[in-house]
């Protein structure tokens, strides 16, 4: 009888040391470089030709990037992301680069953590955005050139982030750039007078961004 006591003790203050092990997660288990792919949506307005009232590409573009960051502590990584998006119309197409420099601040909690091989990290991030893109010049001054354009501004957004097993990085991801870009104007022949028109509207131009990320955290 008292060997069987023992035995139950025993496993008792077993399943409770590992309860307690998975609800607190060692410090450390969040901290190294990460990796991950990154695919999406955006949607801006700096595309829309002034003078047409048109957009250069579709309303809402789909995107495809990396992410690449370093958790210094559990809570804290520095991060550089860049993604690629391009659309057509009128057989006239964009491209548009767009790039991250930003600080993530993760929140972690015995809540979202006490999981044998699942930690839930919400977070939220500000920094540098910067886009870089080159747009159709407007078509009464050429059917074939394009025009280049620029951004910088800050960025803020949110997310959470689902580390399985260690290793396998998955998140949702939510953003805000609000870049300001310069004017972009062309020589526009009407009615035998040439005038410097507006085609692209510079000035502050938000851009919106929301994505699925997959990658590995080392």
Same mark, same amino acid.
């Given at each position: 009888?008292?060997?069987?006591?023992t035995?139950?003790?025993?496993?008792?203050?077993?399943?409770a040391?590992?309860?307690?092990?998975?609800?607190?997660?060692?410090?450390?288990?969040?901290?190294?470089?990460y990796?991950?792919?990154?695919?999406?949506?955006?949607?801006?307005?700096?595309?829309?030709?002034?003078?047409?009232?048109q957009?250069?590409?579709?309303?809402?573009?789909?995107?495809?990037?990396?992410?690449?960051?370093?958790?210094?502590?559990?809570?804290?990584?520095?991060?550089?992301?860049?993604?690629?998006?391009t659309?057509?119309?009128?057989s006239?197409?964009e491209?548009?680069?767009?790039?991250?420099?930003?600080?993530?601040?993760?929140?972690?909690?015995?809540?979202l953590t006490?999981?044998?091989?699942?930690?839930i990290?919400?977070?939220?991030?500000?920094?540098?955005?910067m886009?870089?893109?080159?747009?159709?010049e407007d078509?009464?001054?050429?059917? @074939? /050139?394009?025009?280049? +354009?620029?951004?910088?501004?800050?960025?803020? %957004?949110?997310?959470?982030?689902? #580390? &399985?097993?260690?290793?396998?990085?998955?998140?949702?991801?939510?953003?805000?750039?609000?870049?300001?870009?310069?004017?972009?104007?062309?020589?526009? @022949? /009407?009615?035998?007078? +040439?005038?410097?028109?507006?085609?692209?509207? %510079?000035?502050?131009?938000?851009? #919106? &961004?929301?994505?699925g990320?997959?990658?590995?955290?080392?």
């Amino acid at each position: 009888m008292k060997a069987g006591l023992t035995a139950i003790a025993l496993a008792l203050i077993i399943c409770a040391m590992s309860s307690a092990a998975f609800a607190r997660p060692p410090k450390g288990f969040h901290t190294g470089p990460y990796l991950a792919l990154e695919g999406g949506i955006s949607y801006s307005n700096f595309d829309k030709n002034q003078r047409t009232g048109q957009k250069a590409g579709a309303a809402i573009d789909p995107t495809i990037g990396f992410i690449f960051g370093w958790n210094v502590y559990d809570w804290l990584s520095a991060e550089m992301s860049g993604r690629y998006s391009t659309s057509e119309k009128n057989s006239r197409r964009e491209h548009i680069a767009n790039a991250n420099l930003v600080a993530k601040a993760f929140l972690i909690t015995n809540a979202l953590t006490d999981f044998k091989s699942l930690r839930i990290l919400p977070y939220a991030k500000a920094g540098l955005g910067m886009i870089f893109a080159d747009l159709p010049e407007d078509d009464i001054v050429s059917t @074939t /050139s394009t025009r280049f +354009t620029y951004g910088f501004g800050p960025t803020v %957004g949110a997310g959470v982030m689902f #580390l &399985f097993a260690k290793y396998v990085y998955l998140g949702i991801n939510v953003q805000g750039d609000m870049l300001f870009m310069q004017d972009i104007r062309s020589n526009v @022949t /009407s009615g035998g007078t +040439t005038t410097n028109t507006l085609i692209y509207k %510079g000035g502050f131009q938000p851009q #919106l &961004f929301t994505s699925g990320v997959a990658g590995v955290h080392f």
